[in-house]
């Protein structure tokens, strides 16, 4: 069960890197959804 989670949580976390990477090459806008700086998964930027 909360290896399922954790493997969801990775997946959701690896597609919307992507988007931003995406987003940042094409010079769009980043569409993050909340606080950047409440997000404890992207310390190593």
Known sequence: MRRQRLAK????????????????????ADETTGLPAAKSDESED
């Open 9 to 28: 949580n990775l997946r959701d976390n690896l597609q919307r890197r992507k988007q931003q990477a995406r987003a940042r090459r094409a010079g769009a």
